[in-house]
């Protein structure tokens, strides 16, 4: 139980293009989903916060108009990066939370960008 | 923010050997969480542990929360226990949602 899945695993596109990545929780409803990003040989860092319903929650830093966060059902949440360039490659990984009670983040197994 | 301090950075280690990760954090948290990411990037829960003690199978953590740091315990190491070790704690956020702060990490690698 618990899976969550992530589409594209890994996408190259050209510098100022948007690129869109799904993160699906298979067999649960998400009420929170969540948005890292990964840098090579590095640790993972919260770009935002996603409720179903509502408005993303930015991490300070995070242009909200650069990176689109989506949340449209309690399955589903979607990442734009809009305007892609080289700087924006990276590790995406979205992990899904089921409720507040219940705190154990599921991990999707992440999406590769690389912008030409 | 919080600080969240992993140590070794890097470890390699002879198949069948054993190993003790550290996880040292600067505040006090809600809760703590074990994670292996894979070579392929997936990450895996290992342990939900904010206090006390956990075992599974080869592995097991400990958490002293009073003096803010955590272990994990891998014993008989095999090459799938290759990768990378985060932990990480839950805090409350600026807008009032708990949020994971990942630590720094340590990279494991196991020689057959």
């Known amino acids: 139980g618990a899976v969550v899945s992530q589409h594209p695993s890994r996408v190259i596109c050209k510098s100022g293009t948007s690129v869109k990545i799904e993160c699906r929780s298979l067999?649960?409803?998400?009420?929170?989903m969540f948005w890292y990003r990964q840098f090579p040989k590095k640790s993972l860092m919260l770009m935002a916060t996603s409720n179903e319903g509502s408005k993303a929650t930015y991490e300070q830093g995070v242009e909200k108009d650069k990176f689109l966060i989506n949340h449209a059902s309690l399955t589903l949440s979607t990442l734009t990066v809009t305007s892609a360039h080289p700087e924006d490659s990276s590790f995406y990984i979205c992990?899904?939370?089921?409720?507040?009670?219940?705190?154990?983040?599921?991990f999707g197994p992440g999406t590769r960008l690389l912008v030409l | 923010g919080i600080q969240v301090e992993q140590s070794p950075p890097d470890l390699i280690l002879q198949e069948g050997a054993n190993s003790t990760l550290r996880c040292n954090f600067s505040?006090?948290?809600?809760?703590l969480q074990w994670f292996h990411q894979n070579p392929w990037g997936q990450l895996i829960n290992l342990f939900y542990?904010?206090?006390g003690t956990k075992q599974n199978g080869r592995l097991s953590a400990t958490t002293v929360a009073t003096e803010r740091y955590s272990l994990l315990y891998i014993s008989s190491s095999q090459t799938t226990d290759s990768g990378v070790y985060f932990c990480a704690v839950d805090q409350i956020s600026n807008f009032g949602n708990e949020k994971l702060t990942f630590g720094t990490g340590t990279r494991l690698t196991i020689i057959p």
């Open positions: 542990i904010p206090s």
């Open positions: 505040d006090s948290v809600n809760n």
């Open positions: 067999d649960f409803q998400a009420t929170t």
């Open positions: 992990s899904a939370r089921i409720d507040r009670i219940q705190e154990t983040q599921y």
